[in-house]
């Protein structure tokens, strides 16, 4: 738009450069000063709009604030993003990244110590805690792609070379013997999602609730100590060769064995469907200013592009056609769950998660 300006504006001033002479063959001096008035003022405007195309827009930085294991993807997706919104915006944008465990991100953020403009998380229950504590506006699930998904991955076992322990299955984790390289729920998404598919992996095929605690009491039983993110889990497990086995995100084993020695793993064909949201941080984009920018990365996320970039590290795309392009290079599940299939998150929190709910009584039984 400010091109077909600029060039009318040029236009005008030749015309205005054609009157002059002619009134100044007549030397009619009040019409030549109130033409040299419009001259002045065609000049100013063609300079500015002529400026304002040339000249770079203020910077802007944008604080990103993620879990443990998206550090890689992220690595990938935000130089397409900072070139792409170069091009077309003429402004050039940093990004100031922080990553860890979920539920530790989430803490900060709520606390301020981490003031995020954008938060990718390992689960909609951190979204929905920063949302409470007044941060995010209600609905920003309804409002996304997807539901704010962006992101994501199916829980994955991992075990020691030959698989000495001979361990296939959700059943076989509660063995005797069996050591068990696990995050902490109050800390960690990972552990959440972990937690949630042992869970029902009884439940949901036909087992009762008496059932299900009995199985994850043997489960955590056989953990020496809970990590506090799934980064963390994996380096123990890959680098230090620390237990018998390690439960992550598929796409976090795929990415740790090219860091380290390959080691076998299994998906189970029951699974629970790991879902990642991001969104904005409402009062921090108003705050900072970084709401157009903060919002056309979070939608870019959503990209062709740069769900290819997600695929690459594993991860299962949410966008239809990166799907169909990768779907054959999955192991397929059979029953793949969700959270609303154990009640939703608010249940979730106040059943497993919650000051003396079913983990905290676990963790004591595994005590005593």
Known sequence: MQAYIIKFLQTMQLLYQRIIRIWLKKRRVQGFVSLLLIGTVLSIAIASCSGGVSANKADVKLKLVS???????????????????????????????????????????????????????????????????????????????????????????????????????????????????????????????????????????????????????????????????????????????????LINYENEIILAEKNGPKLPYSVPKINISIDNPVTVVDKNVDKHGTREVAQAFVDFLYSTEAQREFAKLQYRPVNPTVTQEVVSKYPKIETLFTSQDLGGWDNIQKKFFGDGAIFDKVQAAKKA
Not at 76 to 90: A, G, L, M
Request: aromatic share 8%; proline share 3%.
């Open 67 to 245: 879990f443990s294991v998206t550090k890689a993807a992220h690595d990938q997706i935000i130089p397409k993003f900072v070139e792409k919104w170069k091009q077309e915006h003429n402004q050039n944008v940093t990004f100031e990244q922080s990553y860890g465990g979920s539920g530790a991100q989430t803490a900060a953020v709520i606390a301020g110590s981490q003031e995020a403009d954008i938060v990718h998380l390992a689960l909609p229950l951190d979204v929905n805690k920063i949302q409470q504590a007044g941060l995010i506006k209600s609905g920003w699930e309804i409002k996304a792609p997807r539901s704010g998904i962006v992101s994501r991955s199916v829980a994955a076992i991992v075990t020691r070379e030959g698989n000495p322990k001979g361990i296939n299955t959700w059943e076989d984790l509660a063995k005797d013997g069996v050591t068990l390289i696990a995050a902490n729920p109050k800390t960690s998404g990972i552990a959440i999602w972990e937690f949630l598919a042992f869970w029902g992996s009884v439940t949901l095929t036909g087992g009762d609730e008496a059932t299900a605690l009995d199985y994850v009491t043997k489960v955590y039983q056989n953990t020496s100590v809970l990590i506090k993110d799934a980064r963390e889990a994996s380096d123990l497990f890959f680098q230090k060769g620390q237990g018998d086995v």
